[in-house]
T-cell receptor, first 110, second 114 residues
Framework: AQSVAQPEDQVNVAEGNPLTVKCTYSVSGNPYLFWYVQYPNRGLQFLLKYITGDNLVKGSYGFEAEFNKSQTSFHLKKPSALVSDSALYFCAVRDSDMRFGAGTRLTVKP | NAGVTQTPKFQVLKTGQSMTLQCAQDMNHNSMYWYRQDPGMGLRLIYYSASEGTTDKGEVPNGYNVSRLNKRGFSLRLESAAPSQTSVYFC?????????????FGPGTRLTVT
């Protein structure tokens, strides 16, 4: 069965600094990996996905993620954080069904 | 397009009461899903419907039933609510059940069972 782990409950960065939100996965076959963002009192919004092809995937709002097969990781990154990026971020892996990580709360301070 | 809509937004039930959560999507998606979100646990799949007329259990189906009303609508029913079902419930849809498709989520229903 597939699983996904987000090792950090909380990530704090200063505005303008680069950010990384970590995700590792376990799946028996080819991984289908997703990142979602959740703003307060809202549903999840799709950011980006890796299906196949280039290991660096670009998504919405300037976010990107790097797929690393040898490390079974799919870390979310952004070169320059904004205060408005503060939210809850979920990594997900899809095999027989979609499995979500527990989430990482990103706080960007001015 | 409204996307995925859910009703109600909030609900308080007493133990043993029943209720139905409604979900509708206007994106002509084939697949629909019900999740619950609990603090520190991410989202867990309750039931899903790969296509109109089919439903399947997810990770945590006990205490719930679903009905795929038509292509647009997918309802979740709690027959006898328990405090352990206090949670935020999200409906989602995707173009298909194939793994490449991302999901679109509704705004959620916050349910409290006392």
């Amino acid at each position: 069965a597939q699983s996904v782990a987000q090792p950090e409950d909380q990530v704090n960065v200063a505005e303008g600094n680069p950010l990384t939100v970590k995700c590792t996965y376990s799946v028996s076959g080819n991984p289908y990996l997703f990142w979602y963002v959740q703003y307060p009192n809202r549903g999840l919004q799709f950011l980006l996905k890796y299906i196949t092809g280039d290991n660096l995937v670009k998504g919405s709002y300037g976010f990107e993620a790097e797929f690393n097969k040898s490390q079974t990781s799919f870390h979310l990154k952004k070169p320059s954080a904004l205060v408005s990026d503060s939210a809850l971020y979920f990594c997900a892996v899809r095999d027989s069904d979609m499995r979500f990580g527990a989430g990482t709360r990103l706080t960007v301070k001015p | 397009n409204a996307g995925v809509t859910q009703t109600p937004k909030f609900q308080v039930l007493k133990t043993g009461q029943s209720m139905t959560l409604q979900c509708a999507q206007d994106m002509n998606h084939n697949s629909m899903y019900w999740y619950r979100q609990d603090p520190g646990m991410g989202l867990r799949l309750i039931y899903y419907s790969a296509s109109e007329g089919t439903t399947d259990k997810g990770e945590v189906p006990n205490g719930y039933n679903v009905s795929r009303l038509n292509k647009r609508g997918f309802s979740l029913r709690l027959e006898s609510a328990a405090p352990s079902q206090t949670s935020v419930y999200f409906c989602a849809s995707s173009e298909g059940e194939v793994r490449v498709y991302e999901q679109y989520f509704g705004p959620g229903t916050r349910l409290t069972v006392t």
